[in-house]
């Protein structure tokens, strides 16, 4: 069993900027990619970014060049920096590892309002 578990997340006005973390424990000989997803209500779940085990990285084009994900193998930690933040980046963000099957989170909400 793998158990994921998510933080940082918050209520930050537009412009502004959030950091969210997210760490694997338990029964992991070897996490292929890690990432987020994030929903927003009345929305279906949407990938924002990933990160492969080799370090490669793919994200939503609406966070292109304002958020970055990053990864801690040692750790088996998977962090996304969110800069310029937009109202549109509100969602429950929602933490994802992949072993060899997907494990989640439970989600961490980010609010984005003046």
């Known amino acids: 069993q793998v158990h994921v578990v998510e933080s940082g997340g918050g209520s930050v006005q537009p412009g502004g900027s959030l950091r969210l973390s997210c760490a694997a424990s338990?029964?992991?000989?070897?996490?292929?990619?890690m990432g987020w997803y994030r929903q927003a209500p009345g929305k279906e779940r949407e990938l924002v970014a990933g990160i492969s085990s080799g370090g490669s990285t793919n994200y939503a084009d609406s966070v292109k060049g304002r958020f970055t994900i990053s990864r801690d193998g040692a750790k088996n930690t998977v962090y996304l920096q969110m800069n310029s933040l937009k109202p549109e980046d509100t969602a429950v963000y929602y933490c994802?590892?992949?072993?060899?099957?997907?494990?989640w989170g439970q989600g961490t909400q980010v609010t984005v309002s003046s």
């Open positions: 994802y590892v992949q072993v060899l099957r997907y494990y």
């Open positions: 338990g029964s992991i000989l070897s996490i292929n990619a």
